[in-house]
């Protein structure tokens, strides 16, 4: 009796276990830490900042939770946030008005992620290349665009759009929170979310079962990088200002939040909720080694080393609950 008892709480805790991610437990512990070191980190002013900082990571990251759904990889994530911001800047500078300023450049964004589609999907070519590619080009055309200076002095109404809020919520948290809800129908109550889970699955089967499977690829990027695109006017909106290299090491950030929170590089297997969690620590890990007056060189160190801390986890709590079930 006592060896059933045993044995139901041992499965209990490994299903606990396996319900949380690596980067979930990493969260709440450096939560704890950083709260206890200073104080300031839980103001409310901190964490609405934290907050702020989240949504726009998180809004790299979403999309590209479907990309590496479908085995795939966008390393001109972070270009095209950065080109993205100076076509905005340019084009409210030669006076277009903030739609058509935003019409250009989510038309440039669609472009790009029907390049990198296209060449992936249809031509069967390595993301990593291709992307890798793309970024150099969208970084080539910012600078020559901007002679490699920040772009200023538009209107400040995308400055103030951004400090805006929508019912006492910051725009760009209530922004971030409607795209994941978005996000999440698409993905979990569409049968184009259940195609995009199939490709990184198994391809070829769903090209046999009728599925334009290429289309549904192309349209992942082609999503993806809208997304980003638009993304770019809240990140000018913060600064209200454009770089062209603002963005860059960007994709490895939301990249690597896409990996905390559990998803896998293979066979589909990922989900959504991961990305926030993983978009949640990279930022408190951040804001938390700024107060803490940290050099912004060694916060780089700091998220590789949470990412092989989080890939570890992950690694023994599988076993974990491989032995308890």
């Known amino acids: 009796m006592s060896m059933m008892i045993q044995l139901q709480r041992r499965s209990g805790m490994g299903q606990f276990l396996s319900a949380i991610p690596g980067a979930g437990l990493l969260l709440i512990l450096m939560l704890v830490l950083f709260t206890i070191v200073n104080p300031r980190f839980v103001s409310q002013t901190n964490l609405i900042n934290v907050g702020l900082q989240t949504s726009l990571l998180l809004m790299l990251a979403l999309p590209m939770t479907l990309i590496i759904m479908t085995e795939g990889l966008d390393l001109s994530a972070g270009a095209l946030l950065g080109l993205?911001?100076?076509?905005?800047a340019e084009a409210l500078l030669a006076g277009?008005?903030?739609?058509?300023?935003?019409?250009?450049?989510?038309?440039?964004?669609?472009?790009?992620?029907?390049?990198?589609?296209?060449?992936?999907?249809?031509?069967?070519?390595?993301?990593?290349?291709?992307?890798?590619?793309?970024?150099?080009?969208?970084?080539?055309?910012?600078?020559?665009?901007?002679n490699g200076d920040p772009v200023g002095g538009f209107t400040p109404a995308i400055e103030t759009f951004y400090r805006s809020q929508l019912w006492f919520i910051p725009t760009p948290i209530a922004i971030a929170a409607a795209l994941y809800a978005a996000l999440w129908l698409l993905l979990y109550r569409t049968r184009l979310g259940n195609y995009v889970i199939a490709i990184g699955g198994n391809k070829d089967a769903l090209r046999l079962a009728g599925i334009r499977a290429n289309l549904v690829h192309l349209a992942v990027y082609v999503l993806g990088s809208a997304i980003i695109g638009l993304s770019a006017v809240l990140l000018i909106g913060r600064t209200n200002s454009a770089h062209p290299t603002v963005g860059i090491?960007?994709?490895f950030e939301a990249i690597a939040a896409v990996v905390l929170g559990g998803t896998s590089f293979e066979k589909g297997q990922g989900w959504l909720f991961g990305a926030v969690l993983g978009a949640l620590a990279i930022t408190v890990l951040r804001n938390g080694l700024n107060i803490l007056s940290i050099d912004s060189s060694l916060q780089v160190v700091c998220i590789g080393i949470l990412l092989i801390l989080a890939l570890l986890i992950d690694q023994a709590r599988k076993q974990f609950v491989r032995r308890t079930a």
Not at 84 to 88: A, K, M, P, Y
Not at 98 to 127: D, E, R
């Open 84 to 88: 993205s911001g100076v076509i905005v």
């Open 96 to 146: 277009w008005g903030v739609f058509a300023a935003c019409a250009a450049t989510l038309a440039v964004s669609i472009a790009f992620g029907a390049l990198n589609g296209i060449l992936i999907a249809y031509l069967s070519l390595p993301a990593f290349v291709v992307t890798l590619g793309t970024m150099g080009l969208m970084q080539g055309i910012a600078l020559v665009l901007t």
């Open 249 to 251: 090491g960007m994709e």
